[in-house]
């Protein structure tokens, strides 16, 4: 239904305000792209992952997805790095290197050296400063030839 009547100067729109509303958003877009950092840390990330795939071909384990590995542990090793040796993984450690089910079912394993070589490399790529504390969690341990190939 066309009006036929011309809008009241009360329902008209002021393009000033227009114009203010897009040099505020442009003014946005510019300094968001200037301040944007995110491309040098996933460059970073996709090579310490890179890095890392070499050391675990290099230990002759399986070579992972290096977007993955990025995204998973950053530039700094991510969860892998914050306490290797503390309380919380020792015990998260000795618990899943049991088998059977909780409680009476429960055993200690004997286990394959090459199932901690993987976080080995890991704090070796990422973290070196805090591999003696992770070398500190597996005094005792039994370790034999247990996975086969």
Known sequence: MPH?????????HPTWLYIVIGVGLLILVIAGTAVY???????????????????FTAAGLEPQDV??????????????????GGTLSKSL????????????GQRPITIDKDALRGQYLILKTYCPQKLGKFSSLFEG???DDTIKQ
Do not use: F, M, W
């Open 37 to 55: 950092r995110g491309h040098h840390e996933n460059a970073r990330a996709k090579a310490k992952a890179q890095q890392l795939n070499d050391a």
């Open 93 to 104: 450690l000795k618990q899943n290197l049991a088998a059977g089910a909780g409680g009476i």
């Open 141 to 143: 341990l039994d370790y």
């Open 4 to 12: 036929d009547h011309e809008p009241s100067p009360h329902h008209k």
């Open 67 to 84: 977007d993955s590995l990025a995204g998973t542990l950053g530039t700094d090793g991510g969860a892998v790095c914050d306490d290797p």
